[in-house]
């Protein structure tokens, strides 16, 4: 199936969605059950703060299925993808849209340990692993940085 990138217009619904499956269903090879519920228990409420950082979309037949972001401050802060489109190249082509479309590439990311084999392939280095209490739940991720 194909799927097409583009920048973000006003998909925060959207987003929240594809943010949820892909916690609950995307990462479970690494993840409890209990850290799953942690992380994403229900659908969020609308990402509207992606607007005003530099985020880009991807989206196969009008619906959006995974999307990047960069803060104004060099940091990747979001990065999913909905589980029925993992290992399709889409990851590959939000990061590649996504550098394309800012001046200074993006220098940090808090990885979670499903997103860092991704990075590490970009040229990505764990700095730190961190352990990050959500709702009484420790999950592992690990700040990357580019140099």
């Not at 969605?17 to 479970?28: D, I, K, P």
């Not at 059950?33 to 196969?60: F, H, M, S």
């Not at 990047?68 to 590649?96: K, N």
Request: hydrophobic share 45%; aromatic share 10%.
């Amino acid at each position: 199936m194909s799927f097409s990138i583009r920048p973000y217009h006003i998909d925060a619904h959207a987003c929240a969605e594809v943010y949820f499956h892909a916690v609950q269903r995307g990462t479970h090879e690494k993840y409890t059950g209990a850290q799953r519920n942690a992380w994403a228990p229900k659908i969020p409420a609308p990402l509207t703060y992606l607007a005003d950082e530099n985020c880009v979309i991807a989206e196969a037949k009008s619906k959006v299925i995974g999307f990047m972001s960069v803060t104004a401050e060099h940091h990747i802060s979001m990065a999913f993808v909905h589980p029925d489109w993992q290992r399709q190249g889409v990851a590959g082509a939000l990061y590649d849209r996504l550098l394309e479309s800012v001046k200074t590439p993006p220098k940090t990311v808090h990885a979670s340990l499903i997103a860092q084999p991704f990075f590490e392939k970009k040229g990505w280095v764990a700095v730190k692993k961190e352990e990050h209490l959500i709702r009484g739940v420790m999950l592992i991720r690990h700040l990357m940085r580019l140099d």
